[in-house]
DNA sequence: GTTCCACGGGAAGATAAGGTCG
DNA sequence: CGACCTTATCTTCCCGTGGAAC
């Protein structure tokens, strides 16, 4: 290789005719400052919250929508504005945003409620209650609305709606404040599995967020283009592309900036001076790829075992995998490289967390007098996922183990 | 039509690892 | 220090069952 001066070597990197004006506005934690299409659920929206300004409780409001429809911009935009106006009017109006998928106990959320308004709890080792009581103190002090939005809350459902339930009958015991919450799901079907009282005080009012289409995709990354690219930068058919792409993913916007984002980064790479219609592609399978990589990465050891066991009777031929020599393999791979044996109850459920994260498929089936089984199917490919797995080093022991199969192979 | 297997589902509880508090 | 807290991860136990094989 030529070697150059360090200073030349970023030189011409610099001067290399960057395609990004700014990048920052393609990421999913910028908030833009209009949303396209969601007039309709702003102008709701605010229309309930609007009482928190006259002094009065708000009703509580539930907000479904899939992914990538703008819950969560609309909803702290909204909450932004109502601050803002609050702080104008002299009015204490306080909205606090949790993310339900991070802090997913009742401890914690508690825990960082409280935290919110300046008062320090521990990580752990209060009584839940305690940590209760002191949240109601704490914003009892003060004459103010509080507006909690719980962001993904059907994930926290799934660990029992005490916090719920607690939360949405708070307001009894304050003397001075006053709380309101605003859930925030992905799930339409999620209340069903809701303590009825709990349901009806939740849902005192519903916006829905519908999936945007194609057009309104498009409409969005036109405008983002604009502040992240350069002029002329993107060819004609870049976002019409990514829009379709997204569109097909119930109208994910955020897949869609992510396509249009990640394409540019791969035209940077290939010093293009502008993005084209390949790069589109190039960026869709990225993501994908990228998405199954980091999800295996962080997969902990006993799931990589039970994984990797999958992909071996895969390679041996078996079409169909069930849960049992799944289980049997996976026995010995354990022997190998010295790691305690889980039951196969919980490798069972192992599969099921495999499933649920796409990275396999499983389907149940009846095999009539010989029982009932899942029938596990690799939903990834198999080299570069193996490569992923062999970059923990307690697997290392496996690269060239052969298990004993079982040879009943019933078809 | 019956049978019956190899699972799946659910719940309870054990354990260990993080922590606070007096 | 010990008493007591949460939380994540597993184990244990018991029951339920789809549907081809009989």
Redo the contacts with the bound molecule.
Sequence with gaps: MQSKSLDGLFQELLENEPIFKNKEVLRHSYTPDSLVHRDDQINSLASILVSALRGDTPSNILIYGKTGTGKTAVTRHVGIELERKGESLGLSCKVVYLNCEVI?????LLANLTRQFGEDV???????DQVFFKFKETIDNERQVVIIILDEIDKLIKKGDDVLYNLSRINTDLENAKVSMIGVSNDLKFTEFLDPRVKSSLGEEEIIFPPYDADQISDILHERAEIAYKPDALDEMVIPLCAAFAAQEHGDARRALDLLRVAGEIAERENKSHVEEQHVKGAQEKIEVDRVIEVVRTL?T?SKLALYSVMLLRNNGYKNV????V?NVYRQLCLQVDM???????V?????ELDMLGIVN?V???????????EIVLSVPINSTKKVLFEDYRLKPLEFFKPVLTTQLHL
């Design positions: 997913d106990t009742q401890y914690r521990p990580m752990t080792g209060w009584p839940t902990p006993q069930t849960t049992g020599e289980y305690d044996i889980l039951t196969q109850r919980r069972t459920d192992l599969m099921s499983a149940v089936v009846s095999k009539g007098r010989y029982g009932r089984t899942k």
